[in-house]
């Protein structure tokens, strides 16, 4: 029997944060500087008890609705979504400054026709786009981090994380006092460590002192910069157990609320995240989880066992937030480099789930799901037992689900026929256990369905 995980609701979150800035194409650990530089300010101007902690999860979660608007990046600038979120960032919206960078981002792999209209539909509808974006990603966000049962503020930390102080921010225009106080920090901590990673720390304090009054509310500007001129504060920023300190900061609410049903929560909301990164994915992660249940339940697993992969299924593709939807969603087949970095996303699973010490087991399991009995799956080559039978459940159910969805190069094929051509693997790539396993459910649910 699979022994309860036991984990904070900090360490959780912390880690999964990871994935956040992957989609954003963020230097790793973007989230958790972002959280240690806002809870600094947040402790700086005053704030206490549930206040500091839902700018904690704030400032964590900000990215969680992120992946929600790469597709219609991708669509729209034809162009690669984690290079364009990284580069706008950098951004100050001055009129020659978004006219470079539009034209230096949009569809330079592009014909030059199709170039040609993407540009003409930028230029005659950006503020509707830019305007859309946003929403989209904020509202998105904001439904998810509910689903994680936090509360309102954290909501609407997020909801208002694009609003300016001076009223021309999006979606909404909010400004001044009227946007949430977590939104206007985060939006500071966001600003500082996008510059300072790329520029420095005098670059940071530079950029947040003369956004000051226009993007930012000036008594936070200016709690910054006093935080800001002492070389401490920058040597936090980069120390290499800052996970560990920022952690530490959640104190007693890192444990808070976490159980098995959290877990299963919070896997359910970061499948969410996944599966919005494209509409070719869309459910994927949450059909994997029922298919994976299918069998193990036809496979005689306990509840507990039964559990715990339906976790790992909900989570086993969180590394695709790495990949651009330009490879994701490509109508044909990808080149050689584009499947490299296909198959760099069970590493990157692995990885991030890694970072959550009672999730050891659970990161194998996830970061091996592209592996084959014979040896030529991806990442690592293992083959035979060094392939483990969760592993061997949730990789069955992944094809299966690959077989029977939309896919930009083809349409879903009917259940017969994913499970003659499955067949056809069984001994190299899968496991007959795991497939026939898969076979008596699918019978046993047409049959209901008669």
Known sequence: MTEPLRVGKAELLSALSYALDLTEGQPEGHGVRCCWIGMTIGRAIGLSGADLNDLYYTLLLKDIGCSSNAARICELYLTDDREFKRD???????????????????????????????????????????????????????????????????????????????????????????????????????????????????????????RAGSWFDPQLAAAFGALAIDPAFWATLAAPDLKAIVIAMAGDDSSDGVDEDYLDDVAVAFAEVVDSKSPFTSGHSKRVALFTDMIAEEMGLDEARRRYLKRVALLHDIGKLGVSNQILDKPGKPDEEEWQTIRSHPALSEMILSKIAAFADLARVAGAHHERLDGRGYPNGISGDAICAGTRIVTTADIFDALTADRPYRTAMPVSQALGIMEKDLGTALDPDCFHALARAMRKLEKAAA
């Not at 014909?111 to 904020?138: Q, Y």
Request: net charge positive.
């Open 88 to 210: 706008a960032k950098l951004l100050d919206e001055s009129l020659p400054q978004v006219l470079r960078f539009v034209l230096s981002h949009t569809g330079l792999k592009a014909g030059l026709s199709e170039r040609f209209r993407s540009l003409v539909t930028i230029f005659t509808t950006g503020g509707t786009i830019a305007r859309e974006l946003i929403e989209t990603r904020c509202q998105r966000g904001a439904e998810i981090v509910r689903m994680m049962r936090f509360p309102e503020t954290v909501a609407t930390g997020i909801l208002d994380l694009d609003e300016y102080w001076n009223g021309k921010g999006k979606p909404t225009g909010l400004s001044g006092t009227g946007i949430s106080i977590h939104a206007r920090i985060a939006l500071i901590a966001q600003v500082a460590d996008v510059f300072h990673t790329s520029a420095g720390p005098l670059a940071a304090r530079r950029e947040v002192e003369r």
